[in-house]
């Protein structure tokens, strides 16, 4: 993932253009403001919250990049899911009210704490805020279930194809390139997320390197042969 020095376009901890798009007033954007968006500063490798831990609030990601995991009984660690900017996190402890993974920062980034009774006053209070946060927790199901369907019907290639795919496109609605890539996490946790070995992953890097679909500088990664990747990465039928 880039290196998000400058803030990227979305989401603010003032989204002053969004919430004005959904028609609040300038009153009902400052209400929103001071009560549900509170920016917090996450170190590389700092845990924002860990498993069991008390739910009260959600996050979402202003810049920088996260890693969602969960432990096994014998301490190891699953990768489920990698967060960018305009992502959220937090939304599966609203259930047991307890967190059921933990997130950490994958590099310096920096989230907007929403107190989540705070998030509900106002979902109730505000008919186009309630839709919003609908909006927001529906992008997150629909991923998940799309990483569901790639591990399930591709093959080594596929996956690693479709998973710079996936980030790419997620990177680009945020205004970077549509082509080329830094990656913040590392080749293990990418193993990790894909149900792949280590090894794997970096024969898997090294063959889409060699077949000229994509260039390969230690994280940089630039996509020479979009069209190719897109076909690795789509499931053939049985």
Same mark, same amino acid.
């Given at each position: 993932?880039?290196?998000?020095?400058?803030? #990227?376009? *979305?989401?603010?901890?003032?989204?002053?253009?969004? *919430?004005?798009?959904?028609?609040?007033?300038?009153?009902? /954007?400052?209400?929103?403001?001071? /009560?549900?968006?509170?920016?917090?500063?996450?170190?590389?490798?700092?845990?924002?919250?860990?498993?069991?831990?008390?739910?009260?609030?959600?996050?979402?990601?202003?810049? !920088?990049?996260?890693?969602?995991?969960?432990?096994?009984?014998?301490?190891?660690?699953?990768?489920? !899911?990698?967060?960018?900017?305009?992502? +959220?996190?937090?939304?599966?402890?609203?259930?047991?009210?307890?967190?059921?993974?933990?997130? @950490?920062?994958?590099?310096?980034?920096?989230?907007?704490?929403?107190?989540?009774?705070?998030?509900? &006053?106002?979902?109730?209070?505000?008919?186009?805020?309630?839709?919003? *946060?609908?909006?927001?927790?529906?992008?997150?199901?629909?991923?998940? @279930?799309? =990483?569901?369907? $790639? /591990?399930?019907? +591709?093959?080594?290639?596929?996956?690693?194809? =479709? *998973?710079?795919?996936? +980030?790419?496109?997620?990177?680009?609605?945020?205004?970077? &390139?549509?082509?080329? /890539?830094?990656?913040? $996490?590392?080749?293990?946790?990418?193993? @990790?997320?894909?149900?792949?070995?280590?090894?794997?992953? @970096?024969?898997?890097?090294?063959?889409?390197?060699?077949?000229?679909?994509?260039?390969?500088?230690?994280?940089?990664?630039?996509?020479?042969?979009?069209? =190719?990747?897109?076909? +690795?990465?789509?499931?053939? #039928?049985?």
């Amino acid at each position: 993932m880039p290196k998000t020095s400058a803030t #990227p376009p *979305f989401p603010r901890c003032i989204p002053s253009e969004l *919430f004005g798009a959904i028609g609040l007033t300038a009153k009902e /954007l400052e209400r929103v403001q001071k /009560l549900i968006f509170v920016p917090r500063s996450v170190k590389k490798g700092e845990r924002l919250f860990r498993h069991g831990q008390p739910f009260q609030d959600i996050y979402a990601v202003r810049s !920088g990049g996260f890693k969602s995991c969960i432990r096994s009984s014998q301490g190891r660690e699953q990768v489920i !899911g990698f967060h960018l900017p305009g992502d +959220l996190l937090g939304l599966q402890g609203i259930a047991s009210e307890r967190h059921t993974c933990e997130v @950490s920062a994958i590099e310096d980034a920096e989230v907007c704490t929403m107190p989540f009774e705070h998030v509900e &006053s106002l979902a109730r209070e505000l008919p186009s805020v309630q839709h919003l *946060f609908y909006q927001w927790m529906s992008n997150e199901i629909l991923r998940e @279930s799309q =990483a569901i369907i $790639m /591990l399930g019907s +591709l093959r080594a290639e596929g996956r690693v194809a =479709a *998973f710079l795919l996936n +980030l790419l496109e997620r990177l680009k609605a945020l205004g970077y &390139s549509g082509s080329e /890539l830094v990656l913040g $996490m590392t080749r293990a946790d990418i193993g @990790s997320y894909l149900g792949l070995k280590l090894e794997t992953v @970096s024969r898997v890097f090294s063959k889409l390197s060699t077949s000229q679909l994509i260039s390969v500088d230690n994280r940089n990664v630039r996509v020479l042969r979009h069209e =190719a990747l897109v076909e +690795l990465a789509t499931p053939q #039928p049985l």
